[in-house]
């Protein structure tokens, strides 16, 4: 059996100069990715496009499939961000217009950047951060959970585990799967039908 490439980092950016250094090799190997595809992401190449030594690159990551791995944890930490907001924000606030909210964020996140969102996807596989992406996802049901537990009396009688689980997949199969293959027909208009419809969906199984 081939023996996987290393995908954790070397060593950590502490100093300022090393963090901007880290900072431009990702977001070299996010462009890459999107406009070359995987096979093109060499180290060299990476190198390159960050406007760095091919040294300084092996500094800090042992090869591509490290910075992809980096890749995939900092775009899920940054939607992550936006989803912890969005739920600090709707801690008060009733269901439909907490779950209008959550769906609204949750399809705008996925549309920062789809090419990329698209790519990640399958490299998650790859650079072996499917367990990353479920420990998202564990956070992302409680956050859920701990706001369903705050308006239990606005709900039907429910199991709230299974609730949050149920509500949160389908928000984000829904997000996914419309912006990574129908971007193109995602018009605002469409954007606003689809968040009225998702809110339907999950307001009336909640309720």
Same mark, same amino acid.
């Given at each position: 059996?081939?023996?996987?490439?290393?995908?954790?980092?070397? =060593?950590?950016?502490?100093?300022?100069?090393?963090?901007?250094?880290?900072?431009?090799?990702?977001?070299?190997?996010?462009?890459?990715?999107?406009?070359?595809?995987?096979? =093109?992401?060499?180290?060299?190449?990476?190198?390159?496009?960050?406007?760095?030594?091919?040294?300084?690159?092996?500094?800090?990551?042992?090869?591509?499939?490290?910075?992809?791995?980096?890749?995939?944890?900092?775009?899920?930490?940054?939607?992550?961000?936006?989803?912890?907001? /969005?739920?600090?924000?709707? /801690?008060?606030?009733?269901?439909? =217009?907490?779950?209008?909210?959550?769906?609204?964020?949750?399809? #705008?996140?996925?549309?920062?950047?789809?090419?990329?969102?698209?790519?990640?996807?399958?490299?998650?596989?790859?650079?072996?951060?499917?367990?990353?992406?479920?420990?998202?996802?564990? #956070?992302?049901?409680?956050?859920?959970?701990?706001?369903?537990?705050?308006?239990?009396?606005?709900?039907?009688?429910?199991?709230?585990?299974?609730?949050?689980?149920?509500?949160?997949?389908?928000?984000? /199969?829904?997000?996914?799967?419309?912006?990574?293959?129908?971007?193109? =027909?995602?018009?605002?208009?469409?954007?606003?039908?689809?968040?009225?419809?998702?809110?339907?969906?999950?307001?009336?199984?909640?309720?």
């Amino acid at each position: 059996m081939a023996r996987k490439p290393p995908t954790k980092p070397r =060593k950590n950016a502490s100093q300022e100069r090393s963090r901007a250094t880290v900072d431009a090799l990702i977001e070299a190997t996010a462009r890459i990715l999107v406009r070359e595809g995987f096979d =093109k992401a060499s180290t060299n190449r990476i190198a390159e496009v960050a406007g760095v030594s091919v040294g300084s690159l092996y500094q800090y990551y042992p090869g591509k499939e490290a910075l992809v791995a980096a890749v995939i944890d900092r775009h899920n930490q940054e939607i992550m961000r936006v989803v912890r907001a /969005a739920l600090a924000e709707v /801690a008060s606030q009733p269901i439909e =217009k907490a779950v209008r909210r959550i769906v609204a964020v949750a399809i #705008e996140a996925h549309r920062i950047d789809p090419k990329l969102h698209r790519v990640l996807a399958e490299q998650i596989p790859r650079t072996g951060r499917l367990e990353n992406v479920e420990a998202f996802n564990r #956070e992302a049901h409680a956050l859920f959970r701990a706001y369903l537990e705050r308006h239990r009396d606005e709900l039907r009688t429910v199991d709230l585990g299974l609730a949050a689980f149920v509500c949160v997949t389908s928000i984000e /199969a829904l997000a996914h799967t419309a912006v990574l293959h129908r971007s193109e =027909k995602l018009s605002d208009e469409v954007v606003r039908t689809l968040v009225d419809e998702t809110t339907r969906l999950v307001v009336g199984y909640l309720q």
